[in-house]
């Protein structure tokens, strides 16, 4: 990708004094100048239609308009910016409307716990409550799942070639089929997938030579992020909360990303109607600010003071855009936006597929899709689909970035482009990401066949 010789002082400098493990600015090279809503706009100039949007944490967009003015409140009203977990006012009112958006049955019998300021924090913090609560010795996970960078985190997680040479991770994790439909881990398909999943898990727990001792918790996502956005079947999430109910099992539901109005409801285990034991949150909580909470069933608040503390947990300004957040998105019924821009994304989308073979799946919940690349000219699986071209994907990605949209990928090869726009992306706004992304998939398949 080209960049102007104006930017190239920049990039340079980072990419000479930045550590390696950068990643975003090999995708996009470009020194942000501004950002409002949907749209960022480099130091050139040049405007992008942003579909990254913080990898999910920008619920409203870049500096919308109640995000700012909080943050100009806090620093008005001399609130202080850094109270470990000691209370003030306004920590107690976020407290309170987080718990007042949680389903019913959860509203009046749920803890909270502030954790450091990312997402892998907060699921570190599960583990150690389920931990002492269960006195369980195995943590269940998923194929394909993702839940953060540190140590036991990555443990947790599917991807490889991030874990492959680290040693000592958090042990006794243990790895479950999750219901990929498209590329079913038992090469079945045709709805099946979940069922035998489910069957499976529920099978593993009840065999006294499973070889898996006794589990304190399972994690899941219903939505897999990193994974390529893949939802979970909503009979599926039924069949789990069932399985771990009965056997005392807790169940830990990774929101980290999929919370917060992302799938069209508050919490994406909503769609299921189930209720977890442990919900887990960050990302879009924060309203653009570093955020993690873990809430919990009160039985399980076993831990003893201090069991999981964090410098940055009484992060005001977090807790200030948060709130002020939360609150939009329930005076301004964003998540009917959700259900309707989700609406136009996967017709748009729909249509696509029909139009290129190179286009396999098209899949996700709300404003969470994942739009799987494939070569035409390779083999298929057993379940008739071609495999995955990760390069055609970074094509895409490259032909977006160029047409001015900044979208990611992710999933299995890096084959599946991922849109998480804003929640208040506009039905203008929509067709206009639409626009751009199906020009440049044209463009990338016109480059691949041309090879």
């Not at 019998?109 to 450091?116: L, M, R, S, V, Y």
């Not at 200030?320 to 964003?334: D, E, R």
């Not at 047409?403 to 804003?422: C, D, H, Q, T």
Request: hydrophobic content about 40%.
């Amino acid at each position: 990708m080209s960049v102007t010789t104006a930017q190239n002082k920049y990039l340079k400098l980072q990419g000479e004094k930045e550590s390696n493990a950068q990643s975003y600015p090999r995708h996009f090279p470009l020194v942000i100048q501004k950002a409002k809503g949907i749209f960022i706009t480099d130091t050139e100039g040049q405007s992008y239609y942003d579909c990254l949007a913080g990898a999910g944490t920008l619920a409203l967009g870049h500096n919308h308009d109640v995000v700012v003015e909080a943050i100009g409140d806090v620093l008005a009203k001399q609130i202080p910016l850094h109270t470990l977990d000691l209370a003030t006012p306004l920590k107690l009112e976020f407290m309170q409307e987080i718990f007042s958006m949680l389903p019913e049955p959860l509203r009046n019998t749920t803890k909270i716990q502030f954790c450091g300021p990312t997402g892998a924090d907060g699921v570190e913090a599960a583990i150690k409550l389920v931990k002492n609560a269960t006195k369980g010795k195995s943590i269940l996970a998923f194929q394909g799942g993702y839940h953060g960078s540190t140590q036991a985190t990555m443990a947790m997680s599917g991807n490889l070639s991030k874990k492959q040479h680290l040693q000592s991770l958090l042990p006794d994790v243990h790895f479950l089929p999750f219901p990929y439909e498209y590329r079913c881990p038992f090469g079945v398909g045709g709805g099946m997938t979940a069922k035998l999943s489910a069957q499976y898990i529920e099978n593993l727990l009840d065999d006294c030579e499973s070889g898996i001792a006794a589990p304190c918790g399972l994690i899941v996502e219903t939505v897999q992020g990193e994974g390529g956005a893949v939802p979970a079947a909503i009979e599926w999430l039924q069949e789990i909360r069932r399985i771990t109910a009965e056997r005392g099992i807790p169940l830990i539901i990774d929101e980290v990303q999929a919370g917060i109005g992302r799938t069209g409801m508050m919490f994406s285990f909503e769609h299921a109607g189930i209720i977890p034991d442990v919900i887990v949150c960050s990302k879009a909580i924060g309203g653009s600010l570093p955020m993690s909470v873990v809430i919990y069933k009160e039985e399980l608040d076993q831990w003893k003071p201090g069991a999981h503390t964090g410098t940055f947990r009484g992060n005001q300004l977090g807790m200030a855009t948060g709130l002020a957040t939360l609150k939009y998105i329930k005076q301004h019924n964003v998540l009917d936006n959700v259900k309707l821009r989700s609406g136009q994304f996967f017709e748009r989308l729909g249509r696509l597929k029909e139009k290129f073979a190179e286009v396999g799946d098209v899949r996700g919940r709300g404003l969470m899709i994942g739009v799987e690349m494939v070569n035409p000219n390779g083999r298929k699986d057993k379940l008739g689909h071609y495999e995955a071209s990760g390069e055609l994907a970074a094509f895409v990605q490259e032909r977006c970035f160029k047409n001015g949209l900044i979208i990611e990928v992710g999933g299995r090869r890096s084959a599946v482009m991922r849109f998480l726009p804003p929640l208040t992306i506009t039905e203008q706004e929509t067709g206009e990401v639409c626009r751009i992304f199906e020009q440049s998939v044209a463009e990338a398949v016109e480059m691949m066949r041309g090879k």
